[in-house]
Each structure stands twice: as structure tokens, then as C-alpha cells.
């Protein structure tokens, strides 16, 4: 057990809609980190939020915000959902925000989109 | 940005036969290499890093090295078990005006059979 914790683990959706995935990183962890992994695919970074302020952007798409809470909890919203949206999406926490520093993994949520 | 590109994509090994998974990466500016680990239904798992001032790190069954002139970096694991089966991940990490930016190639999937 990383102490990241994800909800919901399994979402399924339609297209056209809007989810919030939820992220709890580790205890006294200020970096938390959004990956998606799609069917084969390694793992492409979304966003990096540190002690509540953005600070790195990946591959996100317009449709997807995030943002971090004054309790460092993470959520990621999808909006305007298609297909190719399904894929597991982690979250991803550290100490810091330096490059040394362990990314600890959560147990990702799967969303699919019918 | 940062290329990182791991082969081979699927490795199958006898048990106690060795494997060896290998990365390049295209950003001079990468200062660490993690490796991570991802069993089924889970998310990727830490199991060795290796900073770029040192060219070979071992910890029990697993060794990572580096050449940084050639910009390649290896996973090796001695006398496979049936519990190495999983994906392996590695990444390229550099600290990008005081965040880390973290690539993943696109993983390895080693079977180790009995």
C-alpha cells in the first residue's frame, strides 16, 4: 500500500459527460501528480500540482482541469467525454517537487466511456 | 522535450534466467532514472533509481546502469522468479525550473515462466 488513495476505482460513463476522480496522496506528500494510461500505452503525464499551485503541464486536454485543496487533496475533472477518453488514470504523489524525489502511485481509477 | 524509449516491449524468460530491459532518453538535462514495477490491477511501484553522477546502483536480484555519454540506462534482473511477472516502466526525470518533469517509456511486459 503506497498511502496514495483513489476514488472512485471503476467509473463508468457516457460520452458527452463530466466525472471527478479524486486523489489523496501520502501524508505530509506536497506534490501530487495526474497520469493516464491507456490500453498498451505507458504512462503519459497530465499535470503537477505543488502545495496547492500548479506547476507542471503535460499532455491535458482542454476537457481536463485539476486542481489541489488547501487539505492537498487532488481531483481531476474530465468534461465532454469520448471514447478515447477510457484509460486508467493515476495520481501520484511526492515530498518535493524536485526531480530526485519517489513518486508514490496511487491504485488508479479505470474509466470507461460507452 | 524528453524522448524516453524502452525495449524490448514483452520479454519472456525461463525462471532463474536473467532479463534485461533497456532505455534511451533524449534530454541531456535528465539528472534521474526510476524504475518502476506495476502488477496487474495496481499502480507502477518504485524499485530502484539511479542518479546520473553514479553508473551502476544493485539492490538484492536488481541492478540499474547508466551510460550518459550514450544516453542509454538498463534494468537487469538476476535469477527471475515467477513474482518479477509484471509491467517495468523506466523514466528520465529532470528538475525543470524547480519541478520535476518525469517521461515513462512505454513499459515492458517480462514473463517469467516456471
Known amino acids: 500500500d503506497s498511502g496514495v488513495t483513489q476514488t472512485p476505482k471503476h467509473l463508468i460513463t457516457a460520452t458527452g459527460q463530466r466525472v471527478t476522480l479524486r486523489c489523496s496522496p501520502r501524508?505530509?506528500?506536497?506534490?501530487v501528480y495526474w497520469y493516464q494510461q491507456s490500453l498498451d500505452q505507458g504512462l503519459q503525464f497530465l499535470i503537477q500540482y505543488y502545495n496547492g499551485e500548479e506547476r507542471a503541464k503535460g499532455n491535458i486536454l482542454e476537457r481536463f482541469s485539476a486542481q489541489q485543496f488547501p487539505d492537498l487533496h487532488s481531483e481531476l475533472n474530465l468534461s465532454s467525454l469520448e471514447l478515447g477518453d477510457s484509460a486508467l488514470y493515476f495520481c501520484a504523489s511526492s515530498e518535493g517537487q524536485g526531480a530526485f524525489h519517489e513518486q508514490y502511485f496511487g491504485p488508479g481509477t479505470r474509466l470507461t466511456v460507452t | 522535450g524528453e524522448n524516453v524509449e524502452q525495449h524490448p516491449s514483452t520479454l519472456s524468460v525461463q525462471e532463474g534466467d536473467s532479463a534485461v530491459i533497456k532505455c534511451t532518453y533524449s534530454d541531456s538535462a535528465s539528472n534521474y532514472f526510476p524504475w518502476y514495477k506495476q502488477e496487474l490491477g495496481k499502480g507502477p511501484q518504485l524499485i530502484i533509481d539511479i542518479r546520473s553522477n553514479v553508473g551502476e546502483k544493485k539492490d538484492q536480484r536488481i541492478a540499474v546502469t547508466l551510460n550518459k555519454t550514450a544516453k542509454h540506462f538498463s534494468l537487469h534482473i538476476t535469477e527471475t522468479q515467477p513474482e518479477d511477472s509484471a509491467v517495468y516502466f523506466c523514466a528520465a526525470s529532470s528538475n525543470s525550473g524547480g519541478y520535476q518533469k518525469v517521461t515513462f517509456g512505454t513499459g515492458t511486459k517480462l514473463q517469467v515462466i516456471p
Open positions: 501524508s505530509g506528500d506536497l506534490s
